[in-house]
């Protein structure tokens, strides 16, 4: 950033802060005389504070889309990589790291050969090197993952090397598994690109990141701007389209406003291997769970870390062709929330912590209060009847106030959904992009009904995320078992599971609100019509079925359909060429039959340093299942004591023989 | 194949121990045919000799003559072992696969002794320990300090100071607004 820049910079973060607080005073001045006749009350008093703190929290991303749509509108063109007309050769060398945590192996493996390819195509592909970090504890999936690995491995295709490495023991979860990449392998690497199971970058962008590392060394971390992408569900269609549609206006204003400032999502970004090593090394926050101990959600504070030590964390809205799926269905995606919740509320600790750089705090700030921002919408919503109430009966609609609280309304909408239009404007004024959005009936179209699945999804999610605050600040986590998912999509069962503790509460508080005043009902309305259809709502957005039909008729279409980027029909290539199942329930059986696949297990074992020892009771136990055929049955422990034992290895490879004496084994190890 | 140790391990008056050499060429892996004195191999278990002749197929094996002598040799070895020296955790089919092994090159005889062999990569393998991993490099990464509150916001001080900011606001701003109320 020039420093030029700086002064600019700064005075906009003011600006727009400033800006924020004063419209939510603005908004608190307005209704104030409505809420208070002559005394406040607790009521009063709460609605009064929350209605400041949401109308700020609103006006401030209001800003920062105003902000990007000003610079799409002053300078629209996103450099294609293609284009780019000084395109030295890099000369450092780049580890992909590709953590995994009993992913499907099939997605995980098409992604990576697309990846690999889209890098030959670049010719620079031995700058490069994939590392497949496992800490699968399925061991079915482990072998699946060391299965498909060799198969990689035995093909001498000119690529990318592939490295294998598991992990026994997940400690740390994925910031552990990235923290042992760096103090094993990291000495090798200039940079590294940690990426999800479902990332795809293409080679291009990989590539253009390492070049734009070596151009600045006082770079730590380049974030690219993932776009969510390939699910067929009408949910994450939703997704992808708002996605597409508005987030460039949104990452563009962010990006701009923190600057050097920036932050890190945990994936597809480049990092300074060595800063990271030696300045990143998290360590557990004082007290204990859920604020404190161990860091769950680490990007947002490694991004702290990366700062603090002098180094810039960069956004690059400019670079396309990094992409990620979304989840299919929405317990999924709830999910996932419950898990970034658990995370951003552990940030709460580092706000007021010492020597955390100011615009890493207003990071840790905003992702908490996307979480509990949900509670305090709820207890508005709850609260702010009760201040209203004997509005009407004193004065009626003819009174000022309540056409001011009306207008207030408006404009609080106005503030949520001016961003979308700014996508609109934007995707409208450029044809190939209209076109790429299915043209301007689509588009338009597309846009509507994302708004109201949106307005309908709100309430359930906001349910979710105060159910996820109030559970993690009790150390508890909400599970959903038996998530059998259909290949439609979600069943009637699991989604009754998962919502019928909204659809009561939707039904009673519509039932509440009638009793007391229909003009309640009204203003709930919003609210209880989400929650009380949130079970069919639900399985009709995690239906792939509509969102074939949805993609048929061309709605919810993003450019990226048209014009289908080269690692997604790679990887769709790799998906649908896929033989092997992802998940074999023989797969053990036929670990423990061929020779040469314990063979290089045990090299796997002894190169990453992963043997240890089963003990005796394990030993004797998988004696005793196999003595009796019983292989399938082995508990997963078992199985990864002795995946993880060369010597018990062999002992029962000729054990397994002994016992499959009909001809399975033979059968086997042709398979 | 440490045919030495494997003799010193057995008695000497077992007869007929022929071991079995493995020969791998570029494009598939033999034994040396094994000159079985006893030719007639009735008194071998039949299911014993069937499991050990598809272990050595398995194995890479192809040729008939090579995978039945191999198979002879290993089963009466084993009978042989566990006549002389009983051992309750291993059947004759297991010996006589441990074996066939042994000479296949799947294990070494260390390993089949039970003993520690965690230095010695496997034998029997595609994949060298370079094609896993590169070398491991150590580096320090050291734990940052995390979570140590700002002096002015310790524990005791922060609710004290938030409440009597609130308390201040609003004792200036209420007043105000009754003032301006039309009630």
């Given at each position: ?12 973060r003011f600006?727009l ?16 005389p ?28 209001f ?10 509108l ?7 990589l ?6 030295p050769?890099?000369f450092t ?24 390819e889209?890098?030959g195509?670049?010719?620079?592909a ?12 399925n061991?079915d999936i ?21 490295y294998?490495r598991h ?23 200039d ?23 070596e ?14 992408l ?25 990006a701009?406003l ?35 101990g161990?860091?769950l ?33 929405l ?44 509670p305090?919408?709820?207890l ?9 109430w ?22 609080i ?10 996508g ?10 209209r ?16 708004l ?11 349910a ?8 993690t600040?009790?150390?508890?986590r909400v599970?959903?078992?038996?998530q ?39 203003w709930?309305a ?12 639900s ?6 079925a ?11 279409q ?57 003990n005796l ?44 004496r ?9 398979n | ?16 121990y022929q ?6 060429g ?31 197929r ?8 090579e995978?039945?002598?191999?198979a ?7 009978q ?5 020296t009983?051992?309750g ?29 965690e ?11 370079s094609?896993?991993v590169?070398?491991?490099?150590r580096?320090?990464?050291?734990e940052q300090?995390?979570?140590?509150l ?8 922060w609710?004290?100071?938030i ?7 609003l ?13």
């Open positions: 950033m020039p420093a030029s820049e700086k002064p600019v910079i700064h005075f906009a600006g802060l400033a800006a924020s607080l004063v419209v939510g005073f603005f908004a608190t001045t307005i209704m104030w409505a809420i208070v006749r002559n005394q406040a009350s607790v009521a009063d008093m709460i609605a009064i504070s929350l209605l400041f703190v949401l109308t700020s929290w609103t006006a401030l991303w800003g920062v889309s105003v902000i990007g749509f000003a610079l799409v002053w300078n629209p063109k996103r450099e294609p293609k284009r780019r007309i000084h395109k050769n890099p060398h780049t580890a992909i790291l590709l953590p995994v945590y009993n992913e499907d192996t099939t997605l995980v493996f098409a992604g990576l050969q697309a990846m690999r889209s890098l195509k670049t010719g620079q031995d700058h490069f090197d994939f590392f497949l970090l496992s800490d699968s504890t061991p482990w072998l699946a993952e060391e299965k498909r690995w060799r198969q990689l491995c035995r093909a001498s295709d000119g690529l990318s090397k592939v294998y992990r026994r023991v997940n400690t740390g979860r994925k910031a552990g598994n990235i923290a042992d990449f760096c103090k094993r392998w990291g000495a090798a690497y940079f590294m690109i940690p990426l999800d199971a479902d990332s795809l970058v293409e080679g291009e962008l990989l590539l253009e990141m390492v070049r734009q590392m151009a600045n060394p006082q770079l730590g971390i380049l974030q690219t701007p993932p776009l969510p390939g699910s067929s569900s009408l949910l994450s269609r939703s997704q992808q389209f708002i996605s597409r549609l508005c987030g460039p206006i949104l990452s563009r204003g962010f701009w923190t600057g050097a400032d920036g932050n890190y999502w945990g994936h597809n970004a480049i990092i300074r291997t060595a800063a990271f090593t030696r300045y990143c090394g998290l360590s557990e926050l004082p007290g204990q769970q859920p604020l404190g161990e860091i959600s680490h990007d947002f504070v490694e991004a702290a870390l990366m700062r603090r030590a002098g180094y810039e964390v960069r956004l690059a809205t400019d670079l396309v062709g990094s992409y990620e799926q979304s989840p299919t269905t317990p999924e995606y709830a999910q996932r929330d419950q898990r970034w919740c658990q995370g951003n509320m552990q940030h709460t600790r580092l706000i007021v912590s010492r020597f955390i750089a100011p615009m890493n705090r207003f990071h840790f700030f905003t992702g908490m209060l996307a979480y509990v921002s949900s305090l919408w709820m508005f919503l709850f609260v702010s009847p009760l201040a209203f004997g509005m009407r009966t004193r004065h009626g609609f003819d009174d000022p106030s309540v056409w001011s609280g009306i207008a207030l309304f408006a404009g909408m106005t503030l949520l959904l001016l961003p979308r239009l700014f609109l404007i934007v995707a409208l004024g450029n044809a190939e992009a076109r790429g959005f299915g043209g301007t009936f689509r588009l338009m179209s597309s846009t509507a009904f994302e109201v699945l949106s307005v309908l999804l709100a309430p359930i999610m906001m979710f995320h105060t159910l996820f605050v109030f559970t600040l009790q150390g508890k599970e959903w078992n038996s059998h998912r259909t290949e439609e999509g979600l069943s009637w069962g699991d989604a009754w599971r998962v919502h019928r503790g909204q659809t009561f509460a939707g039904i009673a508080l519509a039932a509440l609100a009638y009793l007391l005043s229909p003009t309640m009902l009204l709930l919003p609210i209880v019509t989400g929650l009380v259809f949130s079970i069919p709502l399985i009709f957005i995690s239906s792939s509509w969102g074939d039909r949805f993609r048929r008729l061309g709605l919810l993003i450019p990226e359909e048209t014009d289908v980027p080269d690692i997604i029909s790679r990887f769709q290539y790799h998906l649908r060429h896929s033989q092997t199942p992802s998940r074999d329930p023989r797969v053990f059986e036929q670990f423990l039959l061929d020779p040469q696949w314990i063979g290089d297990h045990i090299v796997s074992l002894q190169a990453t340093q992963g043997v240890a020892r089963a009771h394990t030993l004797q136990r998988v004696r005793w299942n196999m003595a009796r055929q019983r292989c399938s049955e082995l508990s997963p422990a078992d199985k990864l004591a002795l995946l993880s034992d060369p010597n018990a290895l062999h002992h029962f490879h000729f054990r397994a023989w002994s016992t499959l009909d001809g399975k084994a033979e059968s086997h190890m042709r | 194949m440490d045919h030495v140790r494997d003799l010193k391990k057995h008695p000497a008056h077992i007869k007929n071991p079995i050499v493995l020969e791998i570029k494009d598939s892996i033999r034994l040396s045919p094994v000159r079985d004195d006893r030719a007639d191999n009735a008194d071998l278990p039949v299911e014993t000799l069937s499991l050990v002749a598809d272990y050595v398995a194995n890479g094996v192809r040729d008939p003559n995978i039945a002598a191999a002879n040799g290993c089963v009466r070895r084993a042989q072992l566990c006549e002389h009983p051992d955790n291993r059947t004759v089919e297991q010996l006589a696969l441990e074996l066939a092994g042994e000479q296949l090159g799947v294990v070494s005889s260390q390993t089949l002794a039970g003993e520690p062999d230095s010695a990569v496997a034998s029997y393998k595609v994949l060298n320990l094609d896993v590169p070398p491991i490099e580096t320090p990464m050291p300090p995390l979570g140590d700002h002096p002015v916001v310790q524990p005791h001080t609710p004290k100071a409440f009597g900011a609130t308390r201040e606001v004792s200036l701003v209420i007043p105000r607004f009754r003032l301006s109320s039309p009630d």
